[in-house]
């Protein structure tokens, strides 16, 4: 595990059972929440500058850009956020959907903040990376590469 990301990993271990827990916690979070405490802190531990992250972009609930300006064609990668639980089977053909509308294709993360799934643009958008925070195994580091800004 990078050491970047090793406090999101503590993170996501000392939280994920919560959100589960509805007498605890209480409702489980939304996906802005989410995106707000695990997907953005993610992506600046793996290099990716404030600006070249853009939050609700073109309905896209996160857009990674190799370049500005913030345009489709710059575009990395998107992600997709969900709460906890929600994985909805719809999750990918939304993100592809916001794809379709802009005109390129580009890599997809579905997260739901713990758990990451890549979708590869140039595999049909199958999933070619997972990584879970709050169980990090060693083909995690596979999502990480991918999501590294170069």
């Known amino acids: 595990m990078p050491d970047a990301i090793a406090k999101l990993v503590g993170l996501a271990q000392d939280l994920h059972s919560l959100y589960w827990s509805t007498e605890?916690?209480?409702?489980?979070?939304?996906?802005?929440?989410?995106v707000a405490h695990f997907v953005i802190p993610l992506l600046r531990a793996l290099g990716?500058?404030?600006?070249?992250?853009a939050v609700k972009w073109r309905h896209v609930d996160v857009a990674a850009f190799h370049s500005l300006p913030?345009?489709?064609?710059?575009c990395s990668?998107?992600?997709?956020?969900?709460?906890?639980?929600?994985?909805?089977e719809d999750a990918l053909a939304q993100?592809?959907?916001?794809?379709?509308?802009m005109g390129v294709a580009c890599n997809v993360v579905l997260t739901d903040g713990i758990r990451y799934h890549v979708c590869g643009a140039d595999r049909g958008f199958e999933r070619?990376?997972?990584a879970n925070l709050a169980r990090?195994?060693?083909s995690a580091t596979k999502v990480f590469e991918l999501l590294m800004r170069t």
């Open 24 to 34: 605890y916690f209480g409702d489980r979070p939304c996906e802005d929440e989410l």
């Open 48 to 53: 990716w500058p404030p600006e070249r992250i």
């Open 70 to 74: 913030r345009e489709p064609e710059h």
């Open 128 to 130: 070619i990376a997972y």
């Open 136 to 138: 990090p195994r060693q």
């Open 95 to 101: 993100a592809r959907g916001y794809l379709d509308d």
């Open 77 to 88: 990668f998107i992600i997709e956020a969900k709460r906890p639980g929600g994985w909805p």
